[in-house]
T-cell receptor, first 115, second 116 residues
Framework: DTEVTQTPKHLVMGMTNKKSLKCEQH?????MYWYKQKAKKPPELMFV???????INESVPSRFSPECPNSSLLNLHLHALQPEDSALYLC??????????????FGPGTRLTVL | AQKVTQAQTEISVVEKEDVTLDCVYE???????LFWYKQPPSGELVFLIR??????QNEISGRYSWNFQKSTSSFNFTITASQVVDSAVYFC?????????????FGGGTRVLVKP
């Protein structure tokens, strides 16, 4: 089973709102990732959590705040977003960060619209 | 810096034709990993295949096959006897193995349209 779940599927928010995206996996994977994908573009890495610690932050603005409460759960807290932040947000997980068989499995994504 | 180039932006075929997607990559690492992912209109990225840099054996898996050539830094992917359900955007991706997490660098994607 290579299932990664994400909620909500769709989210519409105003620029003053605070919202959160949720990602969950029960495969025992030790790395979890957030990607942002704009229309007709490839995904771009935002954050990586390795063994529940933030290991990579790709210079993402502070209005995006990741959190990894436990090894199965990854959140992305959103605050004071801009309309240009509207995108598909993809979560992924992989079994063994740094391992030579490590493969990322993606969730279905949350389609975010900022008004 | 790593870079992945997919020169074909869109390919249109008729069902049952074969489709080959090109991917060229650049990396300074001696150990790296190559992937193909499929993204149907629903949006989810689906893992298809993976190849390690130290294993140049080419394989066939069902209707999918791939051709990894280290000498030309290419990792091409073929769908044999295409079906309408193969219509999607296909991404080639490259990563290096780091304990901090394997950062995937994606190509720009190739949109495949299979017509009945």
């Amino acid at each position: 089973d290579t299932e990664v779940t994400q909620t909500p599927k769709h989210l519409v928010m105003g620029m003053t709102n605070k919202k959160s995206l949720k990602c969950e996996q029960h495969m025992g994977h030790r790395a979890m990732y957030w990607y942002k994908q704009k229309a007709k573009k490839p995904p771009e890495l935002m954050f990586v959590y390795s063994y529940e610690k933030l290991s990579i932050n790709e210079s993402v603005p502070s209005r995006f705040s990741p959190e990894c409460p436990n090894s199965s759960l990854l959140n992305l807290h959103l605050h004071a977003l801009q309309p240009e932040d509207s995108a598909l947000y993809l979560c992924a997980s992989s079994q063994e960060p740094g391992g030579n068989t490590d493969t990322q499995y993606f969730g279905p994504g949350t389609r975010l619209t900022v008004l | 810096a790593q870079k992945v180039t997919q020169a074909q932006t869109e390919i249109s075929v008729v069902e049952k034709e074969d489709v080959t997607l090109d991917c060229v990559y650049e990396t300074r690492d001696t150990t790296y990993y190559l992937f193909w992912y499929k993204q149907p209109p629903s949006g989810e990225l689906v893992f298809l295949i993976r190849r390690n840099s130290f294993d140049e054996q080419n394989e066939i898996s069902g209707r999918y096959s791939w051709n990894f050539q280290k000498s030309t830094s290419s990792f091409n992917f073929t769908i044999t006897a295409s079906q309408v359900v193969d219509s999607a955007v296909y991404f080639c991706a490259l990563s290096e193995a780091k304990a901090a997490g394997n950062k995937l660098t994606f190509g720009g994607g190739t949109r495949v349209l299979v017509k009945p």
